[in-house]
């Protein structure tokens, strides 16, 4: 029998390597509580879908109600929900909107070099279609 001193390292077998194991879980925990956190706290604006260049003007003012937005672009297109329509189809879909909620104000995102005859007559179809005050978007200095 061999005594404590007489032993053979060589009678050890060394273990077998595992691999390297990273557990993921936990990281994936903070991804979606991160992913949460980002979702709620964010804000959502609505725009009209095409890109307008906002003339300046010192007395421009944040609105915070909910707006009819209707855009007119450098072309004379006018956009209005993401979508183009013309001219003569506009006051019946602002009438649609306005039966919905009467209280609702246009606010008109006018390119600076668009016609301002089509701009008028945006504003006067507004007018026609019952809403109550027209607004024109304008850049803050």
Do not use: Y
């Not at 008109?108 to 507004?126: E, R």
């Amino acid at each position: 029998m061999k005594t404590p001193d007489s032993i053979d390292f060589l009678e050890f077998k060394p273990r077998p390597k595992r691999a390297a194991e990273i557990d993921i879980g936990p990281l994936l925990d903070m991804v979606f509580i991160l992913l949460i956190f980002f979702i709620v706290t964010s804000t959502f604006t609505r725009e009209t879908g095409v890109e307008v260049s906002k003339p300046q003007a010192q007395s421009a003012s944040q609105l915070e109600r909910e707006n009819i937005l209707i855009a007119i672009t450098r072309d004379g297109t006018i956009h209005i929900d993401e979508r183009q329509v013309d001219l003569a189809g506009l006051t019946d879909i602002i009438k649609g909107i306005i039966a919905k909620n009467p209280e609702r104000e246009a606010v008109l995102i006018a390119d600076k070099d668009a016609q301002t005859g089509k701009l008028v007559s945006v504003i006067d179809a507004c007018t026609m279609a019952g809403v109550k005050k027209v607004s024109i978007a304008a850049l803050n200095r």
